[in-house]
């Protein structure tokens, strides 16, 4: 039986993603967004990596089916429901989970980085 190997991600170089967020979505400013995914189990729905961005403010629509657990390593935001209602703030040390379906707003007051772990659902 052959066992799976224990992943260390400095031993691994990423997939990096850059992208700002859609025009439509945009609040305030136009943040580069930069992920680098260093894990992925499709079978069990699984993916983790790190984020980073500067300063922004856009609206975030998580899918029925997915869940993100994420910790803040640097920075500041705040996540708040879709009208700006009950909003919430993560410093650096912080974490949060982002339920399904989550719709709402996410405002990077501080440049940030944060390390994430999404599970969806597959069928």
Known sequence: MQSNPVIRFSDITPETTSQHPNEANRIKGNPLR???EYFANDTHGVR???WEAGEGVYRIAL??????????LTGRVIISEPDGGNPRQFVAGDSGVIPPGF?????????????????????
Do not use: C, P, Y
């Open 34 to 36: 930069i992920a680098r």
């Open 63 to 72: 899918g029925a089916d997915k869940h993100e657990l994420f910790h803040l």
């Open 103 to 123: 719709a709402g707003i996410f405002e990077i007051v501080e440049a940030a980085s944060k390390f994430w772990v999404v599970t969806e659902l597959r069928n």
């Open 48 to 50: 983790a990596g790190t």
